[in-house]
């Protein structure tokens, strides 16, 4: 049904059925984004977190995780939004990330976690393009949800290779 | 290798001698000596005009046999190795001994057979020899073969055990009877060559223990060579059959090293003696290895059944190789642990699925059914259960090696002949055993492995590793939230004195815990020294230099991860010292007043956390000034530059520096050493090197016990806290503000005992916000990176202590200047500091990279 008619819209459409699902939503100042429920291992308060040196600046440094020392990402520098002053909402949302054929666990830094969404086929567009000056590439889509749109994120793309990379390539240079 | 190539038509005996050394010091991993290894064999061949045919054969076939290894074609290249060892070894006494090709022995891997082809390498002969042996082998049990594979492990290990220079006559003779028993039994069945050469093993023997002959240099070899040309003999009996009947030209020689490679274990890896004992009356075999067996066979026919399920549903080759595994490893164990039983069925079955992989067989319907019956009946027989069922489990035994031996020989021959045709049997070492089998059924092995009560088997459990290590984890953890409630407690000002005393009894557990924990990690370093012991003996035996191989701290423990990966740079530490650390000749250690023997210390011991693995020989030492020249040459010093000792001889274990050729000849020293270095930083140890011209050297590696734990020193810098594993730890310095100035604005000296080091502000390094002028009421830590000195400028001491080493994830792997991190009893994480990265980060950018720390 649906799917006959999103295959006859095109690939675009497709991928936006494979898109749909659970999804846990959370701000970034005004902007609210999505994060699909299956990667998300669990959220907690935001803890002292030990700076790494030599590191990308989105790369807060690693906390402890009940005894698993993990890497923490602050999203907001990551999509070169101005940093902000921790606040009583502020929390980790530890996620899985593959890597190559294993997963990683990593933290991501939110301003403050909203809710649990079900979002179907039919409320999510393909990311807008906005050319080079916007990296849409960690969007899967935009969802339409009541009357706000959530930013639907593959984490994997948004801790992508290249992403490692850089990590990889500051520590190199100094 | 080019230097060969260069100069093909020169003495064939020159080209033997430098290929005996090729051999033994060619590494199975390293492509290029194998390939040289090659082109040595070809020359060979070519040069061979005008010897017996057989050298040129001989040299042929290794070529072959080679080419093989390269390819990753043969089955087990370790062995394939030895074989070329005893080839050239052959060659040698043909070559250059004069002796008539008749006598001597070459390995039966060539497809060649000396004894019984005098002049003649031709394939005919080999059919010709196989049908003869195959006659002989009939005419045996399989008890005869065990117990020579029985009589000459025993004799090998009592003998490798003699390590004073003339051991106790008694000592000697009972190895002497070892040889005597194989020559009354050989003589018994007819076979002269093995009499004859357990009678020379025995006369030297004799003279050994009657002071006519020195057992250190002469007998001892002798009766080892023995053993390997008995072993030899042992296995062409054993597996001569194996060979089509009337196969074709080509067929004998290429058939022979598969089926020897097949089981190369079986003969060799028997020390008990009694073939036919019983388990359970067999008080020699390790409890311990038992159980171990019982386990390991278990996974392994379960790893079997697996695959075997999977034969037929395409990619069979890859699963042929897995149950033919399987069934190797439990036959060369069982052999070992001398279950003859287990071993034989092993072997049947192995044999079975060689020609099934091999093509010449198909795995299908009935014959897969066959396995699967033996995997059951293998299973129950190393069960536990059947320990009453022996007599139903031997039946079944026969039965079922009959049925596998059929199943094999009828299809070897491509039709259905009956298993008692007068044609020979695939399986060798069933053949003579098949005779048996009608016959008597008491020459039939009977053991269920378990079902003893003389031996009582240590109850041992295979555990995955990862829950070991989970384990360990939970440990760490349980000891980090212990102080963590302390330290509140304290704070808190709620200790009382009971609640004092229930702390400390919590304390003590968690140590007991943390304790046992490491102690299931660890393992001793005696397989792989034992190991060693072989390779050391084979060299100097190769390489014509006596060597006194003392071994000291067998059972030392290390983290089992280290001892897996030690193995290999000890091999290496080894044949450099005996290769390189070693005068050339005896004459030349005599004129330096030494013992014509050189003395190769092998030792490990514990001190503090650490273990010590060294290497020490007597030989000629570095040789610093070849070494300094080099690095001049090479840029990595400047001329007039003063060089302390351990800097230089730390040159030798750069990459660039050692790998070249050239270089090694000059130092005398450094094949690879750069890749031993690297496996033992992987492993978080340290080498060193100190060397006294004339007088030896001495490679120690210092090792930490476990992997998972370090001391370390936790420093304060600005906000922050980093810690310094106390293995690169010398000591702290307070300086004064006339000891430390700085060099050109930019880097900071710190003058010590007269010794200038390269300081480094970690705070500068770690971009930390830092405060205070630290200079002045800043700290010196002195550590050591890479064999050199450097002091890291901090702000203050907070402290040693205990830590669990966590990884920062894939993602953070890389960060040059950071190892770790590790939970602090606060509950945040402190990184640790990888010293050796840091002081390179820091030096790297000046312009002398070496200068600054060379005082």
Redesign the interface.
């Known amino acids: 049904m649906a799917t006959t008619t999103a295959t006859a819209a095109g690939t675009g459409r497709r991928v936006m059925t494979e898109q749909a699902g659970k999804y846990l939503t959370f701000k970034l100042g005004a902007e609210e984004f999505g994060l699909e429920i299956l990667k998300v291992q669990e959220i907690i308060k935001l803890m002292e977190i030990t700076r790494v040196p030599r590191t990308p600046e989105f790369v807060r440094g690693v906390i402890n995780l009940r005894g698993k020392v993990i890497p923490v990402i602050d999203l907001r520098l990551k999509f070169q939004m101005e940093s902000q002053a921790t606040t009583d909402k502020t929390c980790v949302i530890v996620v899985q990330v593959a890597q190559g054929d294993s997963r990683v666990t990593t933290g991501v830094i939110v301003d403050e976690v909203s809710e649990v969404l079900d979002i179907a086929a039919e409320q999510i567009e393909p990311a807008p393009e906005f050319g080079s000056a916007v990296d849409t590439a960690f969007i899967l889509g935009m969802g339409k949800v009541a009357k706000r749109v959530v930013m639907l994120l593959d984490v994997d793309k948004v801790m992508s290779s290249r992403e490692l990379a850089a990590v990889a390539g500051v520590a190199k240079q100094s | 290798m080019a230097e060969t190539s260069s100069n093909a038509p020169r003495n064939i005996r020159d080209q033997i001698e430098a290929l005996a050394a090729k051999v033994v010091l060619a590494d199975l991993a390293d492509v290029q000596a194998l390939a040289d290894l090659h082109t040595c064999f070809e020359e060979l061949g070519v040069a061979a005009e005008g010897q017996p045919p057989v050298v040129r054969a001989a040299a042929e076939k290794a070529v072959t046999l080679v080419a093989e290894v390269i390819l990753g074609d043969a089955p087990d290249p370790a062995r394939v190795m030895q074989v070329l060892g005893e080839t050239v070894t052959a060659l040698q006494l043909i070559v250059r001994d004069r002796r008539n090709p008749a006598e001597v022995k070459l390995p039966a891997e060539l497809g060649l057979a000396g004894a019984a082809a005098p002049a003649a390498p031709a394939p005919p002969a080999t059919s010709d020899f196989s049908t003869r042996m195959a006659r002989e082998a009939s005419a045996m049990t399989s008890d005869f073969l065990n117990e020579v594979t029985d009589r000459l492990d025993t004799a090998e290990s009592l003998l490798l055990d003699l390590k004073d220079a003339a051991p106790a006559p008694e000592a000697l003779y009972k190895v002497c009877g070892q040889f005597h028993s194989i020559k009354g039994s050989a003589n018994l069945l007819g076979l002269q060559d093995l009499s004859r050469a357990a009678h020379e093993a025995e006369t030297a023997l004799e003279l050994a223990a009657s002071g006519k002959l020195s057992f250190q240099t002469q007998a001892r070899d002798m009766v080892l060579h023995a053993i390997d040309r008995l072993r030899v003999m042992g296995e062409e009996l054993a597996t001569g059959p194996a060979r089509p009947p009337g196969g074709q030209a080509e067929a004998g020689p290429a058939a022979a090293p598969k089926a020897e490679a097949a089981a190369p274990e079986s003969p060799s890896a028997v020390p008990a003696p009694a073939p036919d004992a019983a388990l359970s009356g067999d008080i020699s075999v390790d409890p311990e290895l038992l159980a171990d067996f019982i386990g390991e066979s278990m996974e392994h026919l379960e790893a079997a059944e697996k695959h075997l399920l999977e034969v037929g549903k395409g990619g069979a080759g890859e699963h042929l190789n897995a149950i033919f595994r399987a069934f190797h490893t439990i036959k060369g164990v069982a052999g070992f642990l001398n279950l003859d039983g287990i071993r034989g069925l092993a072997h049947d079955a192995e044999t079975l699925l060689d020609l099934a992989r091999t093509g010449k067989l198909s795995l299908e319907g009935d014959t897969i059914e066959l396995v699967f019956g033996t995997i059951d009946h293998l299973r129950t027989l190393i069960g536990k259960d059947t320990a009453k069922g022996g007599t139903a489990g031997r039946a079944g035994t026969q039965d079922l090696r009959a049925q596998i031996r059929k199943a094999s020989s009828g299809d070897a021959k491509g039709a259905a002949a009956p298993a008692g045709a007068a044609a020979p049997i695939t399986s060798a070492a069933s053949s003579p055993s098949a005779a048996a089998d009608e016959g008597s059924e008491k020459a039939q092995p009977k053991e269920t492995v378990s079902g003893s009560a003389t031996v009582k088997v240590r109850e041992t459990i295979r555990l995955d590793a990862e829950r070991v290590d989970r384990l360990v984890?939970?440990i760490?953890?349980l000891v980090?939230a212990e102080s963590m409630v302390e330290q509140v407690i304290e704070q808190a000002g709620h200790m009382t004195d009971q609640l004092h005393r229930h702390m400390n009894q919590l304390g003590k557990i968690s140590r007991e815990l943390q304790t046992m924990g490491t102690s299931l990690q660890l393992v001793t370093v005696r397989p792989i020294f034992q190991k060693l012991v072989r390779l050391v003996h084979d060299l100097s035996r190769k390489m014509n230099k006596p060597v006194n191989f003392v071994v000291l701290g067998e059972d030392t423990e290390l983290d089992k991860t280290v001892v897996d990966q030690i193995g290999d740079p000890l091999v290496h530490m080894l044949r450099n010292a005996i290769d390189h650390g070693l005068e050339d000749s005896v004459e030349t250690r005599r004129q330096a007043g030494k013992p014509d023997a050189g003395r190769v210390e092998l030792r490990a011991f514990q001190r503090g956390g650490n273990i010590y693995i060294e290497v020490e020989d007597d030989g000629r030492g570095l040789n610093r000034e070849a070494i300094m020249a080099k690095a001049l040459k090479q840029g990595l010093i400047r001329e007039g530059q003063t060089v302390s000792d351990r800097e230089v001889y730390n040159l030798i274990m750069l990459p660039g520096f050692s790998t070249a050729a050239k270089v090694t000849e000059v130092s005398g020293r450094g094949v690879g050493m750069d890749v031993v270095k690297r496996n033992i930083e992987t492993l978080r140890g340290q080498i060193e090197i100190s060397s006294t011209a004339g007088k030896g050297t001495l490679f120690s590696i210092r090792l930490p016990l476990t992997l998972a734990i370090i001391d370390g020193m936790i420093v304060k810098v600005g906000p922050?806290r980093y810690i310094i594993p106390t293995l690169s730890l010398i000591r702290t310095v307070k300086p004064d503000a006339q000891d430390i100035s700085s060099v050109l604005n930019r880097g900071l000296v710190l003058r010590e005992n007269n010794e200038l080091l390269t300081v480094v502000s970690l705070g500068e390094?770690?971009?930390?916000d830092h405060g205070a002028g630290s200079l002045a009421d800043g700290l010196v830590v002195i550590v050591e990176a890479e064999g050199r000195r450097a002091g890291l400028l901090v702000d203050a001491l907070l402290g040693k202590q205990q830590i669990v080493i966590?990884?920062?994830?894939?993602?953070?792997r890389?960060?040059?200047?950071?190892a770790g991190?590790a939970?602090m009893p606060d509950?945040?994480?402190?990184?640790i500091l990888d010293i050796d990265g840091l002081v390179r980060?820091a030096t790297s950018r000046k312009e002398e990279p070496a200068a600054a720390v060379v005082a």
């Open positions: 984890d939970a760490g953890e980090i922050e390094q770690l971009a930390v966590k990884s920062l994830g894939e993602m953070m890389q960060i040059p200047g950071v991190g939970i509950g945040n994480v402190a990184l980060m």
